[in-house]
């Protein structure tokens, strides 16, 4: 079975300032790694997905991931937060084809001026 | 190209009655999956369809929630009758078929249930 752990529900970064949210999976194969955001009263957006091509992933608006299998980590970043980066932000990992997507708990980001 | 559209985006209803919500997925997408996230709580998975089929159901919560997908098409979540605990945003996402599980699925907007 496949879970996901978000360290810290909300995280408060200044704008400007580097956004790190954490992100760590268990998976009894090799995962398929998702991140996606939620801006209030939308659907949900995938920003980038790791799909073992390779391990530091570019996503949209200028965020970033690295999957490290030895930490079964697969963190996001962006150097330089902007105030609409303001939302929710989930993991997800999935096993394999046919199977379902497995969401973290998710973490808030606020950008302060 | 359209995204994944749901009806309706919110509905009150009372303890004991029925409502159904429908997803309207990408068109040409295989998978068609509902999730369910409650009071801010974690999305969990309700079930998964694959065309017509239904892949996986392990996720719906009790016999009070049907689900169908006419012709592999839309779907359709049913609940009957609905309880306090069923308020919640109810999630619909599609994906293209995948032979190696990277497909992302494209989620719509969702409708925010709430039972009173």
């Known amino acids: 079975a496949q879970s996901v752990t978000q360290l810290g529900s909300h995280v408060s970064v200044s704008e400007g300032a580097l956004v790190l949210l954490r992100c760590n999976y268990s998976?009894?194969?090799?995962?398929?790694l998702f991140w996606y955001v939620q801006y209030p009263n939308q659907g949900l957006q995938l920003l980038l997905k790791?799909?073992?091509?390779?391990?530091l992933v570019k996503g949209i608006n200028g965020f970033e991931a690295e999957f490290k299998k030895s930490e079964t980590s697969f963190h996001l970043t962006k150097p330089s937060a902007h105030m609409s980066d303001a939302a929710e932000y989930f993991c997800?990992?999935?096993?394999?084809?046919?199977?379902?997507?497995?969401f973290g708990p998710g973490t808030r980001l606020s950008v302060l001026p | 190209e359209a995204g994944v559209t749901q009806f309706p985006s919110h509905s009150v209803i009372e303890k004991g009655q029925t409502v159904t919500l429908r997803c309207d997925p990408i068109?040409?997408?295989?998978?068609l999956y509902w999730y369910r996230r409650v009071m801010g709580k974690e999305i969990k998975f309700l079930l998964h369809?694959?065309?017509?089929?239904?892949?996986?159901e392990s996720g719906m919560p009790n016999n009070r929630f049907l689900a169908e997908r006419t012709g592999g098409t839309y779907s359709t979540l049913k609940v009957q009758p609905a309880e306090l605990e069923d308020s919640g945003v109810y999630f619909c996402?599609?994906?293209?078929?995948?032979?190696?599980?990277?497909?992302?699925?494209?989620f719509g907007q969702g409708t925010r249930l709430t039972v009173v």
């Open positions: 068109s040409g997408h295989d998978n």
């Open positions: 998976s009894s194969v090799p995962p398929y």
């Open positions: 369809f694959v065309k017509e089929s239904k892949q996986d």
């Open positions: 997800a990992v999935k096993a394999n084809y046919g199977q379902n997507f497995v």
């Open positions: 790791y799909t073992s091509a390779a391990t």
């Open positions: 996402a599609s994906s293209f078929r995948d032979n190696g599980g990277g497909t992302e699925a494209f």
